[in-house]
């Protein structure tokens, strides 16, 4: 069966630190990925998403970069956070080409900037 | 723009039958989402609706109608653990999503 996982789940930042979130998905290949922001009272926020290996898109312009290393691997970085980057992110995946093609999500990871 | 209108909270009796709007506007339409997200959790699947007409699935039902730009979800013989927010999202002509902003359904005793 497919897994997803991203860590951490609870980080308190530092305005100006830097971030790293990971997200791992196991038990299938060449997944469609996408990193979302979720804020209290407002819908989903795409941030990224990607078809493959190194392909990145990005849907929102902002100080937030995203990675795809390996086919099932994707990381959220920033270099410098700000106080506007804290929420709750979610790394989601889904099978690429299908009808339905419902997102499967990871258990999320709250950041707070301080 | 493209806008999905839910209501922001809802309260019903376990037991009860409750039925959660959704209306949607975009650019095209390819099919329509709710996902249920436990506080602090990630959100679920829960439906897909892309034809006219009602989809059940157990306890849960989602009805669309696309000349109208609307959709409900429809839960039946509510439990206390039915207590959550639901997501509506529609897949636009470019087949990205476009998120509401949730429904908190609040089950009573």
């Known amino acids: ?114 | 723009g493209q806008n999905i209108d839910q209501p922001t909270e809802m309260t019903a009796t376990e037991g009860a039958i409750v039925q959660i709007n959704c209306t949607y506007q975009t650019s095209g339409f390819n099919g329509l989402f709710w996902y249920q997200q436990h506080a602090g959790e990630a959100p679920t699947f829960l439906s897909y609706n892309v034809l006219d007409g009602l989809e059940e699935k157990g306890r849960f039902s989602s009805f669309l109608s696309r000349s109208k730009g609307y959709s409900y979800l429809l839960l039946k013989e509510l439990q206390m653990k039915d207590s959550a927010s639901y997501l509506c999202a529609v897949r636009d002509s470019n087949y990205q999503l476009i998120w509401g902003a949730g429904t908190k359904l609040i089950i009573k005793p």
């Open chain 1, 1 to 114: 069966s497919q897994t997803i996982h991203q860590w951490p789940a609870t980080l308190v930042q530092p305005v100006g630190s830097p971030l790293s979130l990971e997200c791992t998905v196991e038990g299938t290949s060449n997944p469609n990925l996408y990193w979302y922001r979720q804020a209290a009272g407002r819908g989903l926020q795409l941030l990224f998403y990607s078809v493959g290996i190194g392909q990145i898109s990005s849907e929102v312009p902002q100080n937030l970069s995203a990675s795809r290393p390996q086919d099932r691997q994707f990381i959220l970085s920033s270099k410098k956070l700000l106080l506007s980057d804290s929420g709750f992110y979610l790394c989601a995946w889904s099978v690429p080409g299908q009808e339905v093609g419902e997102l499967f999500f990871g258990e999320g990871s709250r950041l707070t900037v301080l």
